[in-house]
């Protein structure tokens, strides 16, 4: 821990799915004084996300799920994403692979860990670790839609890359993960025929 933060106090508000604290801290600033600050926190614990492709196809894979703070929020009555989930203590690469096989049914194999994040670190002390794998488009290993014991009511969706972004540009995909991964795709070029009408593109008089 830094010399410049000493923690005074720490109160847990609740404990549930997460946990919410509220913290007493005095911060030496960059320009040198003192100030106290008291800030809650909620840590729902760290996750991972995954992007599955098909880099032919160039479609990706998405689930369609009821997320209770966007219907509180907006009135959505499901948010389209990534597949993701808690670790619960597992390491982040063997979750994601039990995670895809729950939501999804496809089996994954030696999924490329791509960066971290911390989703909204003003209040949440969540970090999500991003991941990467190709699929093979309707070749599902086991009965995806997510865990009836958690309440998970999921559905498939397959977009294109392309169809995808146009549904982030609609405001149809609003989740932020999920933004992130379609925008890493486009720009790191995943899509082989994305990179290869690119080329002919740039080739092109």
Do not use: W
């Not at 600033?29 to 991972?48: I, K, M, N």
């Not at 939501?103 to 670190?121: D, K, Q």
């Not at 290993?141 to 999921?154: L, N, R």
């Not at 989740?175 to 790191?188: E, F, H, N, S, V």
């Amino acid at each position: 821990m830094s010399g410049n933060i000493f923690l005074l106090r720490r109160h847990i508000i609740s404990r549930g799915h997460g946990e919410l604290q509220r913290l007493d801290i005095e911060r030496k600033r960059f320009d040198g004084r003192v100030q106290s600050l008291t800030r809650e926190v909620y840590d729902p614990g760290d996750g991972a996300a995954i992007l599955l492709y098909d880099s032919n196809s160039t479609r990706v894979v998405l689930i369609r799920q009821f997320r209770i703070p966007a219907y509180l929020r907006d009135g959505h009555e499901s948010l389209i994403e990534v597949c993701a989930g808690r670790l619960e203590g597992a390491d982040a690469e063997r979750r994601i692979i039990e995670e895809a096989k729950e939501e999804t049914g496809f089996l994954v194999r030696n999924p490329r860990r791509l960066f971290e994040a911390c989703m909204s670190p003003g209040c949440f002390a969540e970090k999500i670790t991003f991941f990467a794998a190709e699929y093979t488009p309707g070749c599902r290993t086991y009965k995806e839609g997510g865990c009836d014991d958690e309440g998970e009511d999921i559905e498939i969706l397959e977009p294109t890359l392309g169809e995808a972004l146009e549904m982030v540009g609609r405001g149809e995909i609003i989740d932020a993960k999920t933004i992130l991964l379609l925008q890493y795709a486009k720009l790191a070029g995943l899509m082989r025929c994305q990179d290869a009408a690119g080329r002919l593109a740039e080739a092109a008089p």
